[in-house]
């Protein structure tokens, strides 16, 4: 597996909007302050990977596994069916299974926030509410 710094394991959460806005973002793991900066632009970077595979034809899967690789960092992808995009960058491979869950129960928590009356389209997802979810949610699946 692959390490942080050898420190632990480091996972770094956005969702994106559909013109490229963080909505989003929350860190995991032993991921480091002053990396956040560096994590944003890997995250970033690697929405050119997504939307390709997205357009590609015949491509109609959500989940989009390992889209991009940075150093020791590996990038996957989920694109929900309004083009929303999640982005995880993290320094373990090999959770293929647990990420796709992770992404999934997230989707369903984005979903209740989408459709709340309060909540405007296409911008930053201040709940905190939301945030304990996602938190609990790294932890059952990307933390254990």
Not at 100 to 105: I, M, Q, V
Request: charged share 25%.
């Amino acid at each position: 597996m692959a390490r942080s710094d050898g420190s632990g394991v480091m996972y770094y959460f956005a969702i994106v909007g559909r013109k490229d806005n963080p909505l989003y973002e929350s860190e995991f793991g032993q991921a480091k302050r002053e990396m956040r900066y560096l994590n944003q632009m890997i995250a970033h970077a690697s929405l050119d990977m997504i939307d390709e595979q997205i357009w590609t034809p015949g491509s109609d899967k959500m989940y989009l596994k390992s889209v991009d690789k940075f150093n020791q960092y590996h990038v996957s992808g989920f694109v929900t069916a309004s083009c929303i995009r999640f982005v995880l960058l993290h320094s373990e491979s090999g959770k293929d299974e647990n990420i796709k869950n992770f992404f999934s129960e997230v989707y369903e928590n984005f979903i209740k926030i989408s459709v709340n009356p309060f909540y405007e389209p296409n911008t930053p997802i201040k709940n905190a509410a939301f945030q304990h979810r996602v938190e609990v949610l790294a932890k059952k699946f990307l933390l254990s």
